[in-house]
């Protein structure tokens, strides 16, 4: 069994900053891609940000230069450093995983129970 716990979300005043996580646990053979995306009430769910098993990354145009994402291998823990955060960043922040689970075939997407982060004006 695998599961994803997140933290590090709260509320925080524009201009601020803060640093969610996201470790996985359980019966892991390897992880892939690790990823952030993040819903605001009314809205869909949008990618944020993505590291690649070679830590290459993605940012979505709209927090690249203020996020920045990454990844410890030997904790199964992906990061994300959110600075000059401003009140359109107000959201609920989901990581997501694509990992193969011990005795699986194929790489799955796990997600994460979601944080809540908000910012003030």
């Known amino acids: 069994q695998v599961q994803l716990v997140e933290s590090g979300g709260g509320l925080v005043q524009a201009g601020g900053s803060l640093r969610l996580s996201c470790a996985a646990s359980?019966?892991?053979?390897?992880?892939?891609?690790m990823g952030w995306y993040r819903q605001a009430p009314g809205k869909p769910r949008e990618l944020v940000a993505v590291?690649?098993?070679?830590?290459?990354?993605n940012y979505s145009h709209s927090v690249k230069g203020r996020f920045t994402i990454s990844r410890d291998n030997a904790k199964n823990t992906v990061y994300l450093q959110m600075n000059s955060l401003q009140p359109e960043d107000t959201a609920v922040y989901y990581c997501?995983?694509?990992?193969?689970?011990?005795?699986?075939?194929?790489?799955?997407?796990?997600w994460g129970q979601g944080t809540q982060v908000t910012v003030s004006s």
């Open positions: 997501n995983v694509a990992l193969a689970p011990i005795g699986g075939s194929s790489y799955t997407d796990y």
């Open positions: 359980g019966n892991i053979f390897g992880i892939n891609v």
């Open positions: 590291i690649h098993s070679g830590d290459s990354t």
